[in-house]
């Protein structure tokens, strides 16, 4: 392995595999990956692998949107089952209507359904206490391992190396 490298990277696990993919997407060649153990032994292997889009924060919501676009074109296991928001007071319900308000800002379908839809969508909840919720359609899960391999592939392709069972020391 080659001593030196203009971007080294610590870690092996889906946030190291996607910086590794998006520097190599803006040009960058001399980019190493490195990874103690084996790709997705760290967190992301205890990860649910949810992907709920719709933050408070303007730039957190553009990055999960972006996200849920780059999943629908990896083989990541991507689920896009939906995501439901439950109120079980109305204090809750009239923020899931500004959330309804702010989700328009950036486009995404979040819409407000009735309890009945609710539980049709998911029939295991128990629909006692709740007064209300929203769906919002495009939200999923991921298999964050498959995610992890998926990204790292197109890190390869792209141009990057990537060195697992190697510890770094300082």
């Known amino acids: 392995m080659s001593d030196s490298a203009r971007i080294v990277i610590i870690g092996g696990g889906v946030g190291g595999a996607s910086v590794a993919y998006h520097l190599t997407l803006r040009g960058e060649r001399d980019v190493v990956l490195l990874e103690r153990d084996e790709l997705t032994s760290g967190s992301t292997f205890h990860s649910a692998g949810l992907v709920g889009q719709l933050r408070s924060d303007p730039t957190l919501t553009r990055m999960n949107q972006y996200s849920v676009e780059l ?19 109305p ?61 790292a592939a197109r890190a390869r392709e792209g141009g990057a190396r990537l060195r697992t069972r190697t510890r770094v020391l300082g």
Do not use: H, N
């Open 71 to 89: 999943y629908r074109t990896l083989d990541a296991g991507w689920t896009e089952c939906g995501g439901l928001k439950l109120a079980s007071t």
């Open 91 to 151: 204090e809750r319900m009239a923020e899931i209507r500004r959330q309804i308000g702010w989700a328009r800002t950036f486009g995404l379908p979040l819409e407000e359904i009735s309890v009945a839809a609710a539980v049709e969508l998911f029939p295991l909840m128990d629909p006692s206490g709740v007064v209300g919720a929203a769906y919002l359609p495009t939200d999923g899960q991921v298999d964050p391992s498959m995610l992890c391999y998926a990204l």
